[in-house]
């Protein structure tokens, strides 16, 4: 009995350090859903997982049709996606139309669809084939989802790299490149028009990878840190991503716009990197969510805008192994493909029981456990 109670007690610690065994947040934040991987959980246990984790917003960078039907009646919030290469297909009416009567009103009566965004990073390089189809696809979906009784159900936008900023700091200064101007305005415009949101993708990690020896570590992980002042606004920041949400808001009030809102589309940070990709570590990556969740939970606001709580989607659900890039690019994710949580932020979550090739059940660790506890505590 001895030894039962030192296993016992062993398994408890086990238990108490576990990634699967922490308490729910039950935070109101977004996950990011790629699927540039081959060892990936299906949808309908990916489904479950996030039940368990009561994530209840996601984005997709496509409109899957296996992932929208394993969400069916689950009151998760979707964002789906049309690819940059087919801009410009979508910039003819009867080819946005035909999209959506494929790829959205088969579903939106039992999945929630709630967003379209039209291209991913379209203004990032000067050289970007795309960028001239980019707002007449998204003013051609727009009408699209108009002409079929849609437009109030879903909204259309398209997320931007940070990168289309030239200037960041001060915040308050933020402006986006000249030479984007002849797309930002127009877009900017309709976006106030038909009132949906400007998506940034924002990642505090390249701001610290790219002068690791300037930008303190600690600003970046939301850490305590004597952070920045906005000279002109006399604004403190304790924390990069604050800074970066309000100066594109600054860069939008310089095209003449102040009813545009700001969303965080992607933001994350690598548990994993090459030997040239400073702070790509679990321990980083672990605390930067952590804390952000933390400030999620909080329904925080940037400095400039204290009354309006940040609006975030965490990138990413998974490890995505076939994404092309440096190592961090394939270790962004909270999960591991067989549902093991990469690192301890708060969230306790699972993927439903698997069988394998012979028809044996093959539980989750922590069932394991607790399964052992059981028999232990019964002898």
């Known amino acids: 009995m001895a030894s039962s109670s030192s296993l016992l007690r062993l398994i408890f610690l086990l238990l108490s350090v576990s990634d699967s065994a922490i308490p729910i947040l039950g935070l109101q934040f977004g996950i990011n859903y790629g699927q540039i991987a081959d060892n990936l959980p299906s949808p309908s246990r990916v489904a479950s997982l996030l039940k368990t984790l009561n994530v209840s917003r996601v984005k997709l960078y496509d409109a899957d049709p296996n992932v929208l039907l394993a969400f069916s009646n689950s009151n998760v919030d979707f964002i789906i996606g049309i690819g940059n290469d087919n801009l410009q297909n979508m910039t003819n009416q009867a080819n946005a139309q035909d999209w959506i009567q494929q790829h959205v009103q088969p579903y939106i009566g039992q999945t929630q669809i709630s967003c379209i965004v039209v291209g991913n990073e379209v203004l990032n390089s000067s050289i970007n084939q795309y960028m001239p189809y980019l707002v007449p696809a998204m003013q051609t979906?727009?009408?699209?989802?108009k002409t079929l009784g849609l437009s109030k159900q879903v909204v259309v936008t398209t997320a931007h790299s940070l990168n289309i900023l030239?200037?960041?700091?001060?915040?308050?200064?933020?402006?986006?490149?000249?030479?984007?101007?002849?797309?930002?305005?127009?877009?900017?415009?309709?976006?106030?028009?038909?009132?949906?949101?400007?998506?940034?993708?924002?990642?505090?990690?390249?701001?610290?990878?790219?002068?690791?020896?300037?930008?303190?570590?600690?600003?970046?992980?939301?850490?305590?840190?004597?952070?920045?002042?906005?000279?002109?606004?006399?604004?403190?920041y304790d924390n990069m991503l604050y800074a970066q949400i309000d100066a594109v808001y600054s860069a939008i009030k310089a095209m003449g716009h102040t009813d545009i809102t700001?969303?965080?589309?992607?933001?994350?940070?690598?548990?994993?990197?090459?030997?040239?990709?400073?702070?790509?570590?679990?321990?980083?990556?672990?605390?930067?969510?952590?804390?952000?969740?933390?400030?999620?939970?909080?329904?925080?606001?940037?400095?400039?805008?204290?009354?309006?709580?940040?609006?975030?989607?965490?990138?990413?659900?998974?490890?995505?192994?076939?994404?092309?890039?440096?190592?961090?690019?394939?270790?962004?994710?909270?999960?591991?493909?067989?549902?093991?949580?990469?690192?301890?932020?708060?969230?306790?979550?699972?993927?439903?029981?698997?069988?394998?090739?012979?028809?044996?059940?093959?539980?989750?660790?922590?069932?394991v456990l607790v399964s052992i506890m059981t028999f232990l505590m019964n002898i």
């Open 141 to 145: 979906v727009y009408l699209s989802l």
């Open 262 to 367: 700001v969303r965080i589309s992607e933001t994350g940070w690598p548990s994993k990197g090459d030997t040239d990709e400073v702070g790509a570590t679990l321990e980083n990556a672990q605390i930067y969510n952590g804390n952000l969740l933390q400030r999620i939970e909080q329904k925080q606001g940037t400095p400039a805008k204290p009354s309006v709580p940040i609006d975030i989607y965490v990138f990413a659900l998974f490890n995505e192994n076939l994404k092309p890039g440096p190592t961090s690019e394939r270790n962004y994710g909270l999960y591991y493909p067989d549902g093991t949580p990469v690192y301890n932020v708060g969230l306790q979550g699972y993927l439903p029981e698997l069988y394998s090739a012979a028809g044996t059940r093959v539980l989750p660790f922590f069932v």
């Open 166 to 236: 030239a200037t960041s700091f001060p915040p308050s200064a933020g402006a986006f490149w000249p030479d984007l101007a002849q797309y930002l305005q127009p877009l900017l415009n309709f976006q106030a028009q038909i009132n949906t949101p400007f998506l940034i993708n924002a990642y505090p990690y390249f701001a610290y990878k790219g002068n690791p020896s300037e930008v303190p570590l600690n600003y970046v992980l939301f850490q305590p840190n004597e952070g920045l002042t906005d000279p002109i606004t006399n604004l403190h």
